[in-house]
């Protein structure tokens, strides 16, 4: 995708002038057994993927006009915290639940930007702080790595929409091939901040390079993850 078209771009450009949707996920953190922050970046990220490669989403599926209308404008995507009866309720709407080894996201089909159903709107975004109770293991460099920009702090509800948004960069780059091999493996990931050393490299490398459009947290034009598939390199 020419740079000039990017969903993610500070400057307004036609995608703002397409009606607005975002794309929903919802990360359950139970108080006695929050999940791991990586996990759960790496469980976002791949419910993004699920989410674009399930058969609802493309074609003449129930999901694809939506799926469609939110490509077309900004890729916005909100996540929120659910519990208990929150989470339940969110697992009664139309969705799919992806599992990390200690987190669970729930990602749904796009809906209109103040057109949230009401069981969702209703989830805090706020308060997705999370911690990884010890240091990541260092990453496949034979596999897919989302590497998040070492100079910014972002909270763990930011850095999953982020991850995810590198993840659909790398997915939209691949080939129908290496789409479906990717798919068949489970989406194999690893989402880890970069080396601040390495991050200067990582973002000329010509790799998909997610720029924040500014909307929280961070200034327009941030540039947060760089996503790394093999295929791309």
């Known amino acids: 995708m020419p740079p000039s078209e990017s969903p993610f771009r500070a400057e307004r450009t036609a995608r703002?002038?397409?009606p607005q949707?975002?794309?929903?996920?919802?990360?359950?953190?139970?108080?006695?057994a929050p999940p791991a922050r990586t996990d759960a970046l790496e469980t976002a990220a791949r419910a993004v993927l699920v989410m674009l490669s399930d058969a609802r989403s493309v074609g003449?599926?129930?999901?694809?006009q939506a799926v469609r209308d939110w490509q077309d404008a900004r890729i916005r995507k909100v996540v929120r915290r659910a519990r208990g009866a929150?989470?339940?309720r969110a697992e009664a709407l139309a969705g799919i639940t992806v599992t990390g080894e200690s987190a669970q996201v729930r990602v749904f089909p796009p809906v209109p930007?103040?057109?949230?159903?009401?069981?969702l709107a209703r989830l805090q975004v706020s308060g997705t702080d999370l911690d990884d109770p010890e240091p990541p293991a260092a990453a496949d460099p034979s596999g897919p790595v989302l590497w998040l920009n070492p100079g910014l702090g972002m909270s763990a509800g930011k850095a999953m929409a982020q991850a995810g948004h590198g993840a659909q960069l790398a997915w939209w780059e691949l080939s129908d091939q290496e789409?479906?091999?990717?798919?068949?493996?489970g989406f194999p990931l690893a989402v880890r901040t970069a080396d601040p050393g390495r991050w200067d490299e990582l973002t000329t490398s010509g790799l998909p390079l997610v720029r924040d459009a500014g909307f929280t947290e961070i200034?327009?034009?941030s540039c947060t993850v760089v996503a790394d598939h093999p295929a791309l390199r």
């Open 16 to 18: 703002d002038e397409a």
């Open 21 to 32: 949707f975002v794309l929903p996920l919802v990360v359950r953190i139970e108080k006695a």
């Open 60 to 64: 003449d599926g129930e999901w694809a």
């Open 86 to 88: 929150e989470w339940r």
């Open 113 to 119: 930007l103040d057109g949230w159903p009401k069981d």
């Open 179 to 185: 789409r479906a091999a990717w798919r068949d493996a």
């Open 219 to 221: 200034a327009p034009g």
